[in-house]
Each structure stands twice: as structure tokens, then as C-alpha cells.
């Protein structure tokens, strides 16, 4: 794997780690709503690291409600911006941090190139998914039928391309170590499919 050069990046809203590649081909925020989601996001860089690009984890931080997440992650986007880091950007979130994701894509939709959002809960977002131009994978796992359906209404609502995956055992509460790959495997190739081919500084 190519070097990694990481460093702790954040303001007093929010704290990141930035792992950069040189020559990667995109850069993929991540934003997790619990310390319990350290792992899995851990595992999701390596792969994406695997797959040449760089990423910023930004942490949970306390409170972690969905009001709480939203603008960190718009600040931490900003600051991908704002550094020249890369023209456009993939985001990941699971659970309520795949929710903010959403909201923050629809907030920022010049810069949020691809999405993909675990068990998010859009019902609470459906006006504003019309607003998501980033081109968005929902992922769910196929042990929650309200939270399926609730994915199935969501995605014609989205602006940008769209698409519906549906993993065993992927249910961010109850997800295992093979579903939890199969995830992370799907963002990455979704991210290396959408993101475009824009090179960082």
C-alpha cells in the first residue's frame, strides 16, 4: 500500500483524523454517531485506503444526535474544501450518521460527489432528498422490514444516480463480521465507481 501521511485536523465543533494518500484517486469522509462504530470505520479506511483513496474520520463527539452530527460533518466537508484537499468528496455514515450523511449532501450538493448510507433513517429527510445530487447507495441489512421499506421510499426522492443494496445480517445494531465486509466492500467499489477522478494536492 501506498504511504499514508495522517494528521489530527478540527476546530473546537469538531476533531478528524486525515489520512492522505499521495496521488489518491478521491478523498471519502466518515462520521460515526457512537465510539461503538470506531471499529467498523477503521476497517472501511483500510479498504479504502486499499483502494487509493484518502479519508477523514471525523469523531462522534458529544451530544450525538442527528442536530449534533449534521454540522459537524458540513464543517468537516468545508474544511476538505476550503484546504484544497480535492474538488469533490465520497461520505459514509451508518445509522443516524448515515442520516446526517444524507442531510449534509443535501446541504452541500456542489461538493458531495457519492454517498453511501448504512440503516439510515430517511423519513425525516424526505423533503430534503431531492436536494442530494451526490450520486447515493443505501445499504440495509434484510432483518429490519420498516427500516427496508423506509429505504425503498427514500431512494426515488434522490436527485443524483441511486441504488438499493440489500445485505444479510447487515443491520447496524446486529451486524457481524462478514456483513460487516460485505459493506465495506460495497462502499469502497461504490466510491471508486462515482468519485470523480480528481487527485488530491
Same mark, same amino acid.
Given at each position: 500500500?501506498?504511504?499514508?501521511?495522517?494528521?489530527?485536523?478540527?476546530?473546537?465543533?469538531?476533531?478528524?483524523?486525515?489520512?492522505?494518500? !499521495?496521488? =489518491?484517486?478521491?478523498? /471519502?469522509?466518515?462520521?460515526?454517531? $457512537?465510539? +461503538?462504530? %470506531?471499529?467498523? *470505520?477503521? &476497517? #472501511?479506511?483500510?479498504?479504502?485506503?486499499?483502494?487509493?483513496?484518502?479519508?477523514?474520520?471525523?469523531?462522534?463527539?458529544?451530544?450525538?444526535?442527528?442536530?449534533?452530527?449534521?454540522?459537524?460533518?458540513?464543517?468537516?466537508?468545508?474544511?476538505?474544501?476550503?484546504?484544497? !484537499?480535492? =474538488?469533490?468528496?465520497? /461520505?459514509?455514515?451508518?445509522?443516524? $450518521?448515515? +442520516?446526517? %450523511?444524507?442531510? *449534509?449532501? &443535501? #446541504?452541500?450538493?456542489?461538493?458531495?460527489?457519492?454517498?453511501?448510507?448504512?440503516?439510515?433513517?430517511?423519513?425525516?429527510?424526505?423533503?430534503?432528498?431531492?436536494?442530494?445530487?451526490?450520486?447515493?447507495?443505501?445499504?440495509?441489512?434484510?432483518?429490519?422490514?420498516?427500516?427496508?421499506? =423506509?429505504?425503498?421510499?427514500?431512494?426515488?426522492?434522490?436527485?443524483?444516480?441511486?441504488?438499493?443494496?440489500?445485505?444479510?445480517?447487515?443491520?447496524?445494531?446486529?451486524?457481524?463480521?462478514?456483513?460487516?465486509?460485505?459493506?465495506?466492500?460495497?462502499?469502497?467499489?461504490?466510491?471508486?465507481?462515482?468519485?470523480?477522478?480528481?487527485?488530491?494536492?
Amino acid at each position: 500500500m501506498r504511504g499514508i501521511d495522517a494528521s489530527c485536523i478540527g476546530t473546537q465543533r469538531w476533531q478528524g483524523e486525515y489520512e492522505r494518500l !499521495a496521488d =489518491a484517486a478521491g478523498v /471519502v469522509a466518515l462520521i460515526a454517531s $457512537a465510539a +461503538s462504530d %470506531a471499529a467498523q *470505520a477503521r &476497517a #472501511l479506511c483500510d479498504l479504502l485506503h486499499a483502494g487509493g483513496f484518502s479519508t477523514l474520520s471525523v469523531e462522534a463527539g458529544a451530544p450525538a444526535g442527528l442536530d449534533a452530527l449534521v454540522p459537524r460533518l458540513v464543517e468537516a466537508l468545508d474544511w476538505l474544501r476550503d484546504s484544497g !484537499a480535492c =474538488a469533490s468528496v465520497g /461520505v459514509f455514515g451508518r445509522g443516524l $450518521a448515515g +442520516s446526517a %450523511a444524507l442531510r *449534509a449532501a &443535501a #446541504l452541500r450538493p456542489a461538493l458531495v460527489a457519492a454517498l453511501v448510507a448504512q440503516d439510515a433513517s430517511p423519513d425525516a429527510l424526505l423533503d430534503e432528498l431531492p436536494r442530494v445530487r451526490a450520486a447515493t447507495l443505501l445499504v440495509v441489512g434484510d432483518d429490519d422490514a420498516s427500516l427496508l421499506l =423506509a429505504q425503498r421510499r427514500a431512494l426515488p426522492l434522490l436527485g443524483g444516480a441511486r441504488r438499493l443494496e440489500i445485505v444479510p445480517r447487515a443491520s447496524a445494531a446486529r451486524a457481524d463480521r462478514v456483513a460487516t465486509q460485505a459493506v465495506g466492500h460495497l462502499a469502497t467499489q461504490w466510491f471508486a465507481q462515482q468519485l470523480p477522478l480528481r487527485h488530491l494536492h
